[in-house]
Nanobody, 119 residues
Framework: QVQLVESGGGLVQPGGSLRLSCAAS????????MGWYRQAPGKQRELVAG?????NYADSVKGRFTISRDVAKNTVYLQMNSLKPEDTAIYYC???????????????WGQGTQVTVSS
């Protein structure tokens, strides 16, 4: 029904930058929110940034990460600056979307993209 494809992960040195992208496709009727979670080894998945009626960020990334959306392209971006080793994780894109012919919104997930911050 709705597929999310992420790109832009990789290996970067501390202090560096990366930009993640996530494009939604399929039988989309409406998307009311998109954003990013991350999961580090041995830790729970946590919200990094979300963009819907408002924009919100985890305290640990405020001032360093910026989320943006291209509504026409059903795409969400995450610009990550001043990266730290503790930002190392698998980053998952999500979308709260209503597929064609469906009466309710549900959350869809991307496959995840690895971000590694290391010297």
């Amino acid at each position: 029904q709705v597929q999310l494809v992420e790109s832009g992960g990789g290996l970067v040195q501390p202090g560096g930058s990366l930009r993640l992208s996530c494009a939604a496709s399929g039988s989309i009727f409406n998307i009311n929110a998109m954003g990013w979670y991350r999961q580090a080894p041995g830790k729970q998945r946590e919200l990094v940034a979300g963009s819907g009626g408002s924009t919100n960020y985890a305290d640990s990334v405020k001032g360093r990460f910026t989320i943006s959306r291209d509504v026409a392209k059903n795409t969400v971006y995450l610009q990550m600056n001043s990266l730290k080793p503790e930002d190392t994780a698998i980053y998952y894109c999500y979308a709260s979307a209503k597929a064609q012919g469906m009466g309710v919104f549900r959350t869809y997930w991307g496959q995840g993209t690895q971000v590694t911050v290391s010297s």
